[in-house]
């Protein structure tokens, strides 16, 4: 397979145990092109809050620009029963300032006030002219790539979608789900592996042990021909076994195992 043109993303997910700062410069060292990032406090990663401390967000607009990293995908931004209308507002002026991506994760599992609060959340990235995609994932209310293809339809043809690996496995997916939709709607697609036989704990799976790409059983090399040329293709392989190394160690091996997926046979 081709590289893509626009080069790799690393999504900070990937390095979560580190902030934002340190993912960049991380994945600069790499090689990466681009890098997805927190940007607001989660009880995983020790970022800090961009839009409370304008040094800290001045630090990370300023190594941006000094590596020449894209910004990727910018999260969090969960639309759970009770949403924080202020802050994601705020969360969205300031992806459209780094120059990424509001990446939505659905999980209020009332359905009908879900579909609300996507609708403005999309009509809040309108107004603050930023991208936004969603995502799919099988334990939100937002469980596959066609549910997230019909919301998307619903919200207007800027709506695009994230699609993650694993998420649709263990969705009980399989590639085919991913050649059904619509090239011009995948926009960013989130590259890591894992046996077929899901874990018991899947959350767990899902934020602290996947494979890298190439190192499991979904046959990712079947995927790469339909992802479309303009996606954004990243790298989210959180690992405690490797989360202990130095930074620029861990990012180079998140290379070397996306770009050997992509290497010729």
């Not at 993912?23 to 970022?47: D, H, Q």
Request: glycine content about 6%; charged content about 20%.
């Amino acid at each position: 397979m081709t590289v893509p043109p626009n080069g790799f993303c690393l999504d900070h997910l990937s390095l979560v145990n580190l902030d934002a700062l340190t993912v960049i410069e991380a994945a600069a060292s790499a090689g990466f092109t681009a890098v997805s990032l927190f940007v607001t406090p989660i009880p995983i990663s020790p970022t800090p809050d961009l839009l409370a401390d304008k040094a800290a967000r001045r630090a990370v607009i300023s190594a941006l620009r000094d590596t020449g990293l894209r910004a990727g995908i910018i999260e969090p931004f969960m639309l759970d029963a009770e949403p924080d209308w202020d802050l994601l507002e705020s969360s969205a002026e300031l992806t459209a300032e780094l120059g990424g991506t509001v990446n939505i994760l659905g999980l209020d599992p009332d359905h009908a006030r879900l579909r609300e609060s996507l609708a403005r959340m999309v009509e809040i990235c309108r107004q603050a002219a930023v991208p936004a995609i969603i995502e799919p994932y099988p334990l939100s209310s937002i469980r596959s790539p066609s549910q997230a293809l019909e919301i998307a339809h619903s919200l207007g043809a800027e709506v695009g979608l994230c699609i993650d690996t694993l998420h649709v496995i263990r969705s009980g997916g399989s590639w085919d789900d991913v050649a059904c939709l619509p090239a011009d709607r995948i926009r960013h697609v989130q590259l890591n592996d894992g046996p077929i036989e899901p874990p018991h704990d899947r959350v767990n799976e899902a934020v602290f042990d996947r494979l890298l790409p190439g190192e499991g059983e979904f046959g990712l090399g079947a995927l790469l021909p339909l992802l479309p040329h303009h996606a954004t293709i990243a790298v989210e392989a959180p690992s405690r076994a490797l989360a202990k190394g130095d930074p620029h160690e861990r990012a180079a091996r998140l290379m070397e195992a996306i770009k050997a997926l992509y290497a010729p046979e």
